[in-house]
């Protein structure tokens, strides 16, 4: 007998619901709704996608970071 978070993994790839796809960001990227996201001046970037540098920089630009 599994453990029933192991059943729910076997079946379906995810320990969670799987996640809902909920947009594209400004650079083309699939926005998932686990995803953490820039946003700035009407803008969204997915985070997970970005460069260290490219994440600097619109953190001093003032963006802010939404799930």
Same mark, same amino acid.
């Given at each position: 007998?599994?453990?029933?978070? &192991?059943?729910?993994?076997?079946?379906?790839? =995810?320990? @969670? $619901? /799987?996640?809902?796809? %909920?947009? &594209?960001?400004?650079?083309?990227?699939?926005? =998932?709704? @686990? $995803? /953490?996201?820039?946003? %700035?001046?009407?803008?969204?970037?997915?985070?997970?996608?970005?460069?260290? $540098?490219?994440?600097?920089?619109?953190?001093?630009?003032?963006?802010?970071?939404?799930?």
């Amino acid at each position: 007998m599994d453990h029933p978070d &192991v059943t729910k993994i076997e079946r379906t790839g =995810y320990l @969670h $619901d /799987e996640p809902k796809l %909920i947009g &594209v960001d400004d650079l083309g990227v699939e926005i =998932y709704s @686990h $995803d /953490e996201v820039y946003e %700035i001046n009407d803008r969204k970037y997915v985070k997970s996608m970005l460069s260290s $540098d490219a994440i600097e920089i619109l953190e001093q630009l003032g963006a802010e970071i939404k799930r």
